[in-house]
């Protein structure tokens, strides 16, 4: 069966409309990654300017007291989780039998 060119016409329309913002996400898509791409090596940058500045050992010191607050940090917040569901369990579990 043939078809009409108007038709014709409007398919390549429609392809043509597809293919534009599909091209126009893939350009914005490169765009964000180019500045995070700098964005990086920047902060790498004058993270190693940083870091050149300062002795060893007091960098090892900051390092491992940092680790300990972040350890403590999480301990702080599993412990809290934990009595969250104890009080939640209580709350769910009717009185008379709390008391057997």
Known sequence: ???RPAEI???IALTRRH???QLDQLEQRVTR???TLGLVLGGAFV???VLSQLPVLRLLRLTASLARAGATVAGT???L???AATVEHLRET???LRAA
Request: hydrophobic share 45%; net charge positive.
């Open 1 to 3: 069966m043939a078809r």
């Open 9 to 11: 016409q409007a398919d």
């Open 19 to 21: 293919i534009e913002a």
């Open 33 to 35: 990654r180019g500045r």
């Open 47 to 49: 993270a190693g300017l």
């Open 77 to 79: 917040i599993a412990a």
């Open 81 to 83: 989780g934990g009595m």
């Open 94 to 96: 009717p009185r008379r």
